[in-house]
């Protein structure tokens, strides 16, 4: 599914916000864990520390903290609200947790789900909010990128414990009747190499009664053939953003700053390199947070948004990746 908005209609970006855990765990404590060291995880990654959600946090009440931000950067009223996207592979009910922020909210108006589509999943979520309010469906909503990795990361697995964090993000959305801020996007899956990175289900075998058996839920923790996601992610990035490129008649020039999943510092030097970003434009706070999933995109747009690097009017290049696999890129200018 790709577009790029010729329509009269669409979207404002009117406001961000973020909250990660208090809990920070630093290579050095990593290394105490597994047999790894400093040296080792911040010359491959890039990281140097992540946070870890205490044992009363959950995916739905850091996305309340960081929507909650969001929404009073953009000064709206939360009853003028129509729409909430959770975007999120960890939660912390099954069956939505987008609900439970919008009861946190008191949103009352807003209809609210989860979407999944791992780390290109707030990205998805923006777009697809902004669908809604093209179509002049909704006129108002928050998008949440909200992970807690930690729950399901195997940490005895050194090759992929070092990476993962917990925090959430948050943008706020409006529809307009004038430039449209969404310039364009494209999205992509490829289920037939999903098997590079999963979080599969692990069930338990029983009877409910003598002749029926059943498979009671349950998680497995996350697996992960970093080698080939690393490849999928150099090579494939760069492309879906020239495209974009292309097709909207943009180039690296005209882009204030690129945004990409942060995944690994060097993903993001590979693909910048590709595409002639100078390294100023390439943002990263990975040494801080590592991968917090569907949460990394909007954590950083709300940092440099806050520290004023992001300044309105500023054009952003932005793309998610990961599992599914899947990745998706999108032009955003801010405001
Ligand atoms: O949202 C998407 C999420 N996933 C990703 O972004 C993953 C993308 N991939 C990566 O970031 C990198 O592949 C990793 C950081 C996961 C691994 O880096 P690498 O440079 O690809 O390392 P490697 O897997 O090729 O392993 C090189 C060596 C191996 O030892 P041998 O076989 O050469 O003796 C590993 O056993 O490094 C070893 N190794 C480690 N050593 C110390 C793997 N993990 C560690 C570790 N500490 N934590």
Redesign the pocket.
Same mark, same amino acid.
């Given at each position: 599914m790709e577009g790029i908005n010729l329509n009269q209609i669409g979207v404002s970006f009117k406001g961000s916000g973020s909250y990660v855990p208090n809990q920070i765990l630093t290579n050095e404590e990593i290394s105490k864990k597994v047999?790894?060291?400093d040296e080792? @995880?911040s010359s491959?990654?890039g990281i140097s520390q992540r946070r870890i959600s205490g044992v009363s946090e959950n995916v739905s009440e850091m996305g309340f903290k960081a929507a909650f931000a969001a929404i009073e950067m953009a000064k709206w009223d939360i009853e003028t609200i129509d729409l909430i996207i959770l975007a999120t592979s960890t939660p912390n009910d099954l069956f939505g947790s987008a609900p439970c922020i919008q009861a946190k909210l008191g949103a009352n108006n807003a209809v609210a789900f989860d979407l999944t589509a791992a780390?290109s999943g707030f990205l998805f979520a923006v777009i697809t909010a902004s669908q809604f309010l093209k179509a002049g469906s909704y006129k108002r909503a928050v998008v949440i990128g909200s992970d807690q990795l930690s729950s399901y990361v195997d940490w005895n697995d050194?090759?992929s414990c @070092?990476?993962f964090g917990d925090g959430a993000g948050a943008i706020a959305i409006e529809a307009t009747n004038e430039l449209d801020n969404l310039i364009g996007f494209t999205m992509r899956t490829d289920g037939q190499r999903g098997s590079f990175?999963n979080l599969p289900s692990q069930n338990n075998q029983d009877l409910i009664i003598d002749n029926i058996n059943y498979s009671s839920g349950g998680f497995s923790t996350i697996e992960?053939n970093?080698?080939e996601?690393?490849k999928f992610?150099v090579r494939e990035v760069p492309l879906i953003i020239a495209n974009l490129f292309k097709k909207t008649n943009f180039n690296s020039e005209k882009i204030n700053w690129l945004l990409l999943?942060q995944?690994?510092q060097r993903?993001l030097d590979s693909v910048g390199d590709r595409l002639n970003f100078s390294s100023e434009k390439i943002l990263s706070n990975l040494s801080n947070y590592g991968?917090t999933?569907a949460a990394t995109i909007p954590l950083m747009l709300d940092e440099a948004i806050r520290n004023k690097k992001i300044k309105e009017n500023d054009i952003i290049a932005t793309s998610g990746f990961?599992a599914g696999l899947s990745w998706g890129a999108a032009l955003i200018r801010w405001g």
């Open positions: 047999d790894t060291s080792w @995880i491959r990654t780390c050194r090759k @070092i990476l990175l992960m970093g080698q996601v690393y992610a999943h995944a690994n993903i991968n999933s990961g």
